[in-house]
């Protein structure tokens, strides 16, 4: 396995834990690319993900102490939104739609970097072990709004089924729209409605690889 040096390391811990997008100097991502720790994706922003390689590297603890120089400063985490967390105050929507959209593509790489058959037609095995955070970054890039305070829009919460989670929204026809997105994104659906409230909602469970 390659071993980073004590920067790209601090890269690597730092990478964002839903869809292991690195930030950092461009010398480091350029090196941990050709080391196969990172990938840069082809498309607008061309940022860089971690390979399966690279989340190795990230989950073995390092052999030898910690340097004790400053770390560089990482700007903020890309955080996939449930509908269950307020957002932070003062967020700019266009710069967080393109986060959203690489993250999103993201995903689909590390499908194909990591799927039999290299399928990207449904989730990889980071998705099927953070169910709610990819089913939010599917339904957030294909536009659909995450509830906020004061704001309606979708809800992902977990179930007493471990391979599946809830998807609410508080029309019928928002659900349904869910159901069709995350369909599309590789996922097994079902609409129940709740035997308290009526309401219905989606059940989302990944396809079998």
Not at 2 to 29: C, F, H, N, S, V
Not at 108 to 128: H, V
Not at 138 to 155: D, K, M, V
């Amino acid at each position: 396995m390659p071993k980073p040096t004590a920067a790209q390391r601090r890269i690597i811990e730092a990478a964002d834990p839903a869809t292991g997008r690195l930030t950092g100097p461009e010398t480091q991502l350029t090196a941990l690319a050709r080391q196969r720790l990172a990938f840069r994706h082809p498309r607008p922003p061309h940022a860089y993900f971690l390979t399966p390689a690279g989340h190795r590297v990230r989950e073995t603890p390092p052999t030898a102490p910690p340097q004790t120089a400053p770390a560089e400063p990482t700007p903020g985490v890309f955080t996939a939104r449930t509908g269950t967390e307020r957002p932070p105050a003062g967020e700019d929507p266009a710069q967080r739609s393109r986060e959203v959209r690489a993250a999103w593509q993201g995903l689909l790489e590390i499908r194909r970097m990591t799927n039999p058959g290299a399928a990207r037609d449904r989730p990889c095995p980071w998705e099927r072990t953070h169910q709610a955070q990819a089913v939010a970054i599917a339904l957030e890039a294909a536009g659909r709004t995450p509830a906020s305070p004061g704001a309606a829009g979708y809800r992902v919460t977990a179930t007493a089924q471990l391979d599946a989670v809830a998807v609410h929204e508080p029309t019928p026809e928002g659900v349904r729209a869910c159901g069709a997105v995350l369909e599309r994104a590789g996922w097994q659906i079902s609409e129940h409605g709740d035997t308290r409230s009526g309401q219905r909602y989606v059940l989302a469970s990944p396809k079998r690889l």
